[in-house]
């Protein structure tokens, strides 16, 4: 067996072994080469795809996504990565090997060596993964407001800390919960009290900046991660905060139901300082806002 031999075996072997689909496609889309894994989607046998194109196979719609994947490629030189839905009922070919459910996948194109210009692609079946993403983005948001609840907090407090302690910059923690929440529930419904928490969680959402992370945090409210923010910068924020909410309202038997919140604010306390901790210096803030009569705000580094 000479060298071209013993190489082109240890390639089948390595496409053997692979539980996703590899494609070598031609700059027009041809399908030039075909290594199909048992356990990935049904193309009906390598054969029965060499010398198609990828028109034959898909609509026109996601063929010409997938040549322009071959062509960014080719022009780039370089790898090109998407996602994408197969459904059966619309790609009539998987429809007719036997694919009867959608899945998502993942399709990479890279430029492959040789005479004329082509790229490998691989297509892998991603369905699970991005169930457990689903479930997970689940986990970490709030039903209501569908803001990111504490669990998703924490960790990124935690980061946000790191970072500020390494490249010696800052960052504050907001609190900011209705006052006497529990008493606009008894006395007018849950359902008002849940309308004025989402016009809060929205006025929260169109103020803060990109870097920010808003959270819903308790029954009564939110918390707003302030990135590069010192404590002075932090009570300016819960100033704009305070005074947006004066705005907001919720509509109850022909009438406008308006509140007030009491905001805590804490600001990173040096680099042994953590999440858990600043966290809570800011609920300690926030109740000590509430014991003035609310509408208030305090502040600690």
């Known amino acids: ?6 190489l082109q075996t240890r390639i089948d072997a390595l496409l053997n072994v692979l539980s996703e689909d590899v494609l070598i496609l031609s700059q027009q889309g041809t399908i030039i080469f075909s290594s199909h894994a048992e356990s990935a989607l049904p193309w009906g046998g390598n054969e029965a795809l060499i010398g198609k194109n990828l028109r034959d196979i898909f609509p026109d719609s996601l063929a010409g996504l997938l040549t322009g994947m071959v062509e960014q490629s080719l022009s780039l030189n370089q790898l090109v990565v998407k996602e994408m839905l197969f459904d059966p009922q619309e790609i009539e070919y998987l429809q007719q090997q036997g694919m009867t459910e959608s899945c998502w996948v993942e399709v990479r194109m890279a430029p492959s060596a040789g005479d004329e210009p082509s790229v490998v692609c691989r297509i892998e079946d991603i369905s699970r993964r991005k169930a457990v993403q689903r479930e997970t983005s689940q986990v970490q948001r709030d039903l209501l407001t569908g803001m990111y609840n504490r669990r998703a907090l924490m960790p990124v407090l935690a980061q946000s800390i790191a970072q500020a302690v390494r490249y010696d910059w800052t960052c504050s923690l907001m609190l900011i919960n209705i006052d006497d929440l529990h008493v606009i529930n008894d006395d007018l419904g849950w359902d008002v009290g849940d309308e004025l928490l989402k016009r809060l969680a929205e006025s929260l959402n169109s103020l803060k900046r990109t870097a920010d992370f808003l959270a819903r945090v308790g029954k009564d409210g939110f918390a707003l991660l302030l990135p590069e923010t010192n404590a002075e910068q932090g009570i300016l924020t ?10 907001l309202s919720a509509q109850h038997a022909g009438r406008d139901v308006r509140f007030t919140v009491s905001i805590g604010v804490a600001t990173l306390a040096g680099e042994d300082d953590s999440a858990d901790a600043m966290f809570a210096r800011a609920e300690d803030c926030l109740q000590l806002a509430k014991q003035q009569g609310g509408n208030k705000i305090c502040g600690s580094e």
């Open 1 to 6: 067996m000479n060298r071209h031999q013993i």
């Open 238 to 247: 819960a100033e704009r905060v305070r005074n947006r909410v004066t705005d």
